[in-house]
């Protein structure tokens, strides 16, 4: 497969995936959020994310008063689920040569919900991409340059796109501003999941 958009070295995959594999993709996640329930995680400097995230994999990212970290299990002592083989295909889609990823971060924005901008950097290799999944409804991505404070660029995501945030890019901000609430009927209920597939250890 080859990006049809890249923005700042971000490469977008629009409607890379068909409505049947959107479908797959969210019966995965159900099948995750079962055993590892999605939660909202507390920011080290005590905020509460409008976010709710969940992981799959060997390892998932965690935000707690003591930092940000990739723990082996969920915060309820259970082991994260494995990442289904339908999600590890989108990765292998659109990388060569990367070694699979061993964690997937489950992101759940309901309507009101954002993502400031910031940095993937909690990663033990910066070589391997990060790779984003959209489903459901439409989200706003903003992104920026390897500094804060820099200029950005916004563009909307929707269900089915995969970016890949490699290269150059793969330190460079980025976030979410907005949800554009209705506008996917992927999710019975509204609201958008992110998946995001990483290298982590
Ligand atoms: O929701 C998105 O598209 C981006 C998520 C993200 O940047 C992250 O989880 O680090
Ligand atoms: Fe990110």
Known sequence: MRPNLSIRGFHIYKTALDIGAQRQLVDAVRDIVKAAPLMRPQTPSG??????????????????????????????????????????????????????????????????????????????????????????DEGLLRVGGLERGGTTESIWLQSGDVVVMGGQARLAYHGIDRIKGGSSRLLPNGGRLNLTLRVAT
């Not at 997937?104 to 790779?131: K, T």
């Open 47 to 136: 905020r509460q994310m409008s976010v709710r995230m969940t992981s799959a994999g060997r390892v998932g990212w965690t935000a707690t008063a003591s930092g940000y970290q990739y723990a082996t299990r969920h915060p309820s002592g259970v082991a994260w689920p494995a990442i289904p083989r339908k999600i590890l295909d989108v990765w292998s889609s659109v990388t060569c040569d990367a070694p699979l990823p061993d964690s997937c971060l489950i992101n759940f924005y309901d309507e009101a919900a954002r993502m400031g901008l910031h940095r993937d950097h909690d990663e033990a290799d910066f070589q391997w991409p990060v790779v984003s999944i959209s489903l459901g």
